[in-house]
DNA sequence: AGAATTTGACCCTG
DNA sequence: CAGGGTCAAATTCT
């Protein structure tokens, strides 16, 4: 009987190992392609996307982004298929079966290195299937392997190489002949440098025209522990290591560098993952933010993607571009904007074009829009259009916007940094979020003129915008947060989904809207 | 005084 | 050897 179990269990084991080599195979030919894809965009006549930027049309350019970001969620997906099959043969249970590998396999996993890279280890890939190494591409920031490559690469023009002779000038102080103290001190300076661990990229936009000294928090606390210049950018790069990293061991480290095309940019590459607690500094949003929320002003679609430049093709758009690695490559944030216009109270919801007043909306009325709890009114869709104390009337003269907004927070137990996964789940709530009809009242026309669905999130640090959103974007702050980008958020992440859309009525005093859920 | 940052030197990798 | 990452003394900050 024992030969008989050993031989059905032989025989799925192989199977098992069919299996996941064919979807290793895939995944990795499929990652060439994009990757192909990745470069031809990115060694496009006109200076790569950067140019393109300025010079073609925005229908191209939004082509290519959308070309980007498609590659940027297609190799996302295989890296979670690699991960999965990574995670599946490091079951214990199936321990020493290494499929498809043997020895090479189970060396990898639990250093949980970059996906993709795991695949390159197993060391019998089928022999259709490309290795990562076959994987060409001169852009190093979006390399295959995510491993510790500091590839910033944002390059312009101008040499900073003033430094270069620095290692042959000896400081006489330092360089003590004593062949003790020399052998102390090199041993005390050995580079612990660490293996090749997971990084994780981000680009953060700070929208502060480069006045800020340094990037936005987020959320854990850091040690400065070096400084470089870096050839041919403009701005030096920050070495960060986590403050605890003595008292608890935690490995995070993270450099910091500004943008030079655009310096409202940083590029953090986080190293390591953290064992630390985050401090928890901040103040806490509550998770009912309808009375707070402040509306803040709708980012214009045609503000994301990639960023602008010089023409070269491994300016920023490097950074940003989704390469195998795209997982890791958490934005794209938004290329600066012109100056948003001032907030508006979601109070406001009737918003008029044409009078200074902001009729009101009560707050347990917009609850009950929102599906939240009854505040015993009739109808709690029922919308008064009711006077502000000052001014005095509220009669509309002509046409005003009403701006109806449902949201819906969703709270969201993420690690900074899984911005993909937000918005995938924010979009599910989009499906529930997106047919809230306004019905007119007894006066006037109500005819949707404008109609934006809005992905806000609050958060400390700045999330990056998703590059994958077709939403506009817009941020919630509350009342207390100065500015939009200064929001809070402890552990998860308060994610809200809405729609606005904006009709056209004209009403008085008195007159009722009904709004349907 | 202790923590954090700055900065030149040192070390490692390609 | 150049470039970039890290170390650690010196300096600044709190």
Same mark, same amino acid.
């Given at each position: 009987?024992e ?13 098992a ?9 895939e ?5 060439q392609q994009v ?9 496009a006549?006109a200076?790569?996307?950067v ?7 925005e ?10 970001n498609a590659?940027a ?5 295989f890296?979670?298929v690699?991960q999965?099959?990574?995670t599946a043969?490091?079951?214990p ?15 990898s996993?639990?250093l ?6 795991l ?6 890939p089928t022999?259709?299937?490309?290795t990562?190494?076959s994987?060409p591409t001169?852009h ?14 944002t390059?312009?023009t101008g040499?900073n190489s003033?430094?270069s002779?620095?290692d ?6 330092r360089?003590d ?21 997971e990084?994780?990229?981000r680009?953060?936009?700070t ?11 987020d959320g854990?606390t ?7 210049d870096i050839?041919?950018?403009q701005f030096p790069?920050?070495?960060?290591r986590c403050t ?25 590459i986080?190293?390591g993952?953290?064992v630390?607690?985050m401090v928890?500094r901040y103040?806490?949003v509550p ?7 402040t ?5 214009p679609?045609?503000y %994301?993607? +990639?960023?602008? *430049? $010089?023409?070269?093709?491994r300016?920023? @758009?490097n950074?940003l ?5 795209? =997982? ?9 904007a012109?100056?948003?216009p001032?907030?508006t ?6 918003r008029s074009t044409?009078?200074l007043h902001k009729?009101?909306i ?13 505040d015993g009114?009739?109808d ?26 449902a949201?819906?927070t969703?709270?969201?137990s993420?690690e900074?940094?899984l ?5 995938d789940?924010?979009s599910?709530?989009?499906?529930c979020m997106?047919? %809230?009809? +306004?019905s007119? *009242? $007894?006066?006037g026309e109500?005819s949707? @003129?404008?109609?934006n669905?809005t992905?806000?999130?609050? =958060?400390?640090p700045p999330l990056p915008l998703s590059?994958s959103?077709?939403?506009a974007m817009?941020?919630?702050a ?11 958020w402890?552990g ?10 904006t009709y056209?009525?004209?009403?008085e ?9």
């Open positions: 009987m030969p008989e179990s050993s031989k059905a269990a032989g025989r799925m084991k192989f199977k190992m069919e299996l996941e080599r064919l979807v290793r195979s995944a990795l030919s499929g990652c990757k192909n894809v990745e470069t031809q965009i990115l060694m006549p200076g790569g996307l140019g393109m930027a300025v010079t073609e049309g229908a191209t350019r939004a082509l290519r982004t959308t070309i980007l590659s969620a297609i190799v996302d997906k890296n979670r690699i999965l099959l990574s043969t490091r079951d249970n199936s321990s020493g079966s290494s499929p498809g590998a043997g020895a090479g396999e189970s060396s996993p639990e949980g290195i970059s996906k993709l890279t695949i390159s280890n197993t060391g019998s022999p259709s299937s490309p990562l190494s994987c001169p190093s920031s979006s390399e295959i392997r995510s491993e510790c490559s500091h590839a910033i690469s390059q312009v040499t003033f430094d002779d620095e042959t000038l000896p400081s006489p102080d360089r002949p004593a062949s003790d103290l020399d052998k102390r001190k090199s041993d005390k300076k050995r580079r612990k440098f660490l293996p090749k661990c990084t994780r990229q680009v953060v936009w929208g502060d025209g480069g006045n800020e000294p340094v990037p936005p928090d854990y850091w040690r400065k522990y070096g400084q470089k050839k041919e950018t790069r920050s070495y960060y605890h990293k003595n008292e608890l061991g935690c490995p995070a480290s993270k450099t910091v560098q500004r943008s030079d095309q655009d310096p409202d940019y940083y590029v953090v986080y190293k993952k953290h630390c607690p928890e103040i806490h998770a009912d933010i309808s009375n707070v929320i509306l803040a002003p709708v980012i679609r045609q %994301f993607g +990639v960023l602008g *430049g $010089e023409g070269q093709d300016g920023v @758009s950074i571009l989704p390469g195998p690695s795209a =997982s890791n490559i958490e934005c794209n944030a938004p290329i600066a012109p100056p948003y001032e907030s109270e979601i109070g406001a919801n009737l044409s009078v009729p009101l009560d707050s347990n009325v917009l609850r009950n829009l929102l599906g939240g709890i009854g009114s009739d709690p869709r029922l919308l008064t259009v009711q006077d502000q104390p000052q001014p005095q009337s509220c009669v509309q003269q002509g046409a005003i916007s009403i701006t109806t907004s949201s819906e969703t709270p969201l993420l900074p940094g911005l993909d996964t937000i918005f789940e924010s599910e709530h989009l499906g997106y047919d %809230f009809p +306004v007119h *009242g $007894e006066h109500n949707p @003129s404008t109609t669905a992905v806000s999130y609050s =958060s400390t590059p959103t077709d939403l817009m941020f919630s509350g009342s207390d947060v100065p500015s939009p980008f200064n929001m809070t402890m998860g992440i308060n994610c809200s989904v809405s729609q606005t859309r056209s009525s004209t009403c005093t008195g007159d009722e809207i009904y709004y349907e859920n």
